[in-house]
């Protein structure tokens, strides 16, 4: 869907595992954003990047690290997964910033 | 902190019936507002989005919303809704990057 997709979709992990979950986009946006979806929370901004590089936290970004070391992948870690961090991730993408977000399907993660 | 603010968690509505979602924004300055829908199972997809000019802005599928900068609102609205409306719909507000609301739950009966 417009270029963006996310992997794994789907995952179960340990509570104390690293996961890393990739973003990858064919549209070279400059921009690319990780949020997470909680019952009652909307989506709330995990990390973004303004470039290669460039990354900088969102409002809930304590445990997660990024790394965007090409245009077209945007990586989320979880050095040490918790149960808290059990959510849906999705990953959007922009042009401009100021423009509307295109976002991917989503990563479902359960960490038990 | 930049806050939204959607204050219809759960709406239930029958066919035909008319809509309207409200969303409030706390932040003061220059805003780009959007309304995102999400069907079951699915991403969120753009709706329509304001930038400047003339505060009544129409969407996708027969959605428009008005920017009254007065109320800090951006409500969105539909005339007549249909059972494939069902969806959540989510306000934002962007400044450094969006900020959602927590969302507003349609489920629309036949």
């Known amino acids: 869907d417009a270029g963006i997709t996310q992997s794994p979709r789907h995952k179960v992990t340990e509570t104390g595992t690293p996961v890393t979950l990739r973003c990858h986009q064919t549209e070279n946006h400059r921009y690319m954003y990780w949020y997470r979806q909680d019952p009652g929370h909307g989506l709330r901004l995990i990390h973004y990047?303004?470039?290669?590089?460039?990354?900088d936290k969102g409002e809930v970004s304590d445990g997660y690290s990024v790394s965007r070391s090409k245009t077209e992948d945007f990586l989320l870690t979880l050095e040490s997964a918790t149960s808290s961090q059990t959510s849906v991730y999705f990953c959007a993408i922009s042009e401009v910033q100021r423009y509307g977000y295109t976002f991917g399907s989503g990563t479902r993660l359960t960490v038990v | 902190a930049q806050s939204v603010s959607q204050h219809n968690h759960h709406v239930i509505l029958s066919e035909a019936a008319s809509l309207e979602l409200g969303c409030n924004y706390s932040?003061?300055?220059?805003?780009?507002l959007f309304w995102y829908v999400q069907y079951p199972g699915q991403h969120l997809q753009l709706l329509l989005k304001?930038?400047?000019?003339?505060?009544l802005v129409k969407g996708i599928k027969g959605f428009e919303a008005e920017f009254i900068k007065s109320k800090f609102s951006f409500n969105l609205r539909k005339p007549s809704v249909q059972w494939s409306d069902t969806a959540e719909y989510f306000c934002?507000?962007?400044?450094?990057?969006?900020?959602f609301g927590s969302g507003t739950r349609l489920q629309v009966q036949p």
């Open positions: 990047s303004y470039g290669v590089k460039d990354t």
């Open positions: 932040y003061g300055g220059t805003v780009n």
């Open positions: 934002a507000v962007r400044r450094r990057a969006l900020t």
């Open positions: 304001y930038f400047s000019g003339d505060p």
